[in-house]
């Protein structure tokens, strides 16, 4: 089936620890981006990718970072967690264009939890 | 600052009908969405205006105001399955997506 696959699903993470979420996709879209999403707030963008090799910073960047090898990986890394990185991760996609709807679609979520 | 304002919570009865509002100031407009969230899922694609008016998918309509900054999600025929988090969102200039925090709708019996 078609989609983005992230994993963890769910990890619990101690402060200070280094800590990598995998997104891929098989849909070949050309933009990926990673929100995080925390009660009563809006999905925040945190990194995005329009094309493979090139990223950009969204609203919320610090402590995080990404790479785009390739179109189908898009991989978050927290440096250092920190309790306020507790949230949950919403990686998603869409077949960029600079018309038309360009409707993300989202992965699954990985939730976690920085102790 | 770049805002979308939606109620929190919403309640309603099943095989009702029910209207969720969106009020946005963004810098810029190039088209508003509707997403649909189930608990502990990932948000799916409901909706797309651009142009002003009402745009209908079965039971669902979205409408849009640009003049007044407002959209509204109206679903119909409601159905417990339909009890779910709404988001609004809108693609401003730089063609990024800014979130309104969604609003939860309850369908009791």
């Known amino acids: 089936i078609a989609g983005i696959t992230q994993a963890p699903t769910s990890q619990i993470l101690a402060a200070g620890r280094r800590m990598t979420l995998r997104c891929t996709q098989d849909?070949?879209?050309?933009?990926m981006y990673w929100y995080r999403q925390d009660l009563g707030l809006g999905l925040r963008l945190i990194h995005y990718?329009?094309?493979?090799?090139?990223?950009g910073k969204g609203e919320v960047p610090d402590g995080y970072s990404v790479s785009r090898a390739n179109t189908d990986d898009f991989p978050l890394t927290l440096a250092s967690a920190v309790p306020s990185q507790t949230s949950v991760y919403f990686c998603?996609?869409?077949?960029?264009?600079?018309?038309?709807?360009?409707?993300?679609?989202f992965g699954a979520g990985s939730r976690l939890t920085v102790l | 600052g770049q805002n979308i304002d939606q109620p929190t919570e919403m309640t309603a009865t099943e095989g009702a009908i029910v209207q969720i509002n969106c009020t946005y100031q963004t810098s810029g407009f190039n088209g508003l969405f509707w997403y649909q969230q189930h608990a502990g899922e990932a948000p799916t694609f409901l909706s797309y205006n651009v142009l002003d008016g009402l745009e209908e998918k079965g039971r669902f309509s979205s409408f849009l105001s640009r003049s007044k900054g407002y959209s509204y999600l109206l679903l119909k025929e409601l159905q417990m399955k339909d009890s779910a988090s709404y988001l609004c969102?809108?693609?401003?200039?730089?063609?990024?997506?800014?979130w309104g925090a969604g609003t939860k709708l309850i369908i009791k019996p």
């Open positions: 990718s329009n094309t493979a090799g090139t990223t």
């Open positions: 849909m070949r879209h050309n933009a």
């Open positions: 998603a996609s869409s077949d960029s264009s600079s018309t038309g709807a360009n409707v993300l679609t």
């Open positions: 969102a809108v693609r401003d200039s730089n063609y990024q997506l800014i």
